[in-house]
T-cell receptor
Framework: SQQGEEDPQALSIQEGENATMNCSYKTSINNLQWYRQNSGRGLVHLILIRSNEREKHSGRLRVTLDTSKKSSSLLITASRAADTASYFCATDSKGWSGGSNYKLTFGKGTLLTVNP | DGGITQSPKYLFRKEGQNVTLSCEQNLNHDAMYWYRQDPGQGLRLIYYSQIVNDFQKGDIAEGYSVSREKKESFPLTVTSAQKNPTAFYLC????????????FGSGTRLTVV
């Protein structure tokens, strides 16, 4: 079953603009992660944000988490053509005992195109 | 440099044939995973392993088998029982099962001919 869902499915912007992608999920989480995938390649881990954190930064990336709304957003500032890729959120859900389900569940991704 | 190596990059399987996808890591990670990705879809978990000689079924384990005889290696066999094996297969590893990001290999694209 799909836990995280990214929105929008596709996003096209001009170089230098900011890109915002959203992720909604259904059940309580231990942490939420964002990954990037270039076409035909493996995924690259970007950021992990824990359920007790609200915001994290890494270079031009900013991730927010709102557990009350069960949502997260990934902001890429000053985008570059090299940022063109699919971006996935993945959730580590809480198990029945409150611990981890020991697996990440991925959404279908947002395809970001940055035009030069 | 540490990383995960998947081989081969492309694999073609005939009907009724078993094939094995290789996944090797030199990151000293305990946990390893196999995911399947279909076009326009997210990743779906096939199997995962927390430690050597232990592995668990994921969401879509039917028609697949794995082994974890060495910490560095987690091969996936796609058996003839898997009726729709054409997909992009991704192997990943992490320091532990929870609270760490995954490192992914570059994937194996399997096609049934």
């Amino acid at each position: 079953s799909q836990q995280g869902e990214e929105d929008p499915q596709a996003l096209s912007i001009q170089e230098g603009e900011n890109a915002t992608m959203n992720c909604s999920y259904k059940t309580s989480i231990n942490n939420l992660q964002w990954y990037r995938q270039n076409s035909g390649r493996g995924l690259v881990h970007l950021i992990l944000i824990r359920s007790n954190e609200r915001e994290k930064h890494s270079g031009r990336l900013r991730v927010t988490l709102d557990t009350s709304k069960k949502s997260s957003s990934l902001l890429i500032t000053a985008s570059r053509a090299a940022d063109t890729a699919s971006y996935f959120c993945a959730t580590d859900s809480k198990g029945w005992s409150g611990g981890s389900n020991y697996k990440l569940t991925f959404g279908k991704g947002t395809l970001l195109t940055v035009n030069p | 440099d540490g990383g995960i190596t998947q081989s081969p990059k492309y694999l073609f399987r005939k009907e009724g044939q078993n094939v094995t996808l290789s996944c090797e890591q030199n990151l000293n990670h305990d946990a390893m995973y196999w995911y399947r990705q279909d076009p326009g879809q997210g990743l779906r978990l096939i199997y995962y392993s927390q430690i050597v000689n232990d592995f668990q079924k994921g969401d879509i384990a039917e028609g697949y088998s794995v082994s974890r005889e060495k910490k560095e290696s987690f091969p996936l066999t796609v058996t003839s029982a898997q009726k729709n094996p054409t997909a992009f297969y991704l192997c990943a590893s992490s320091i532990e099962l929870i609270n760490y990001g995954y490192t992914f290999g570059s994937g194996t694209r399997l096609t049934v001919v």
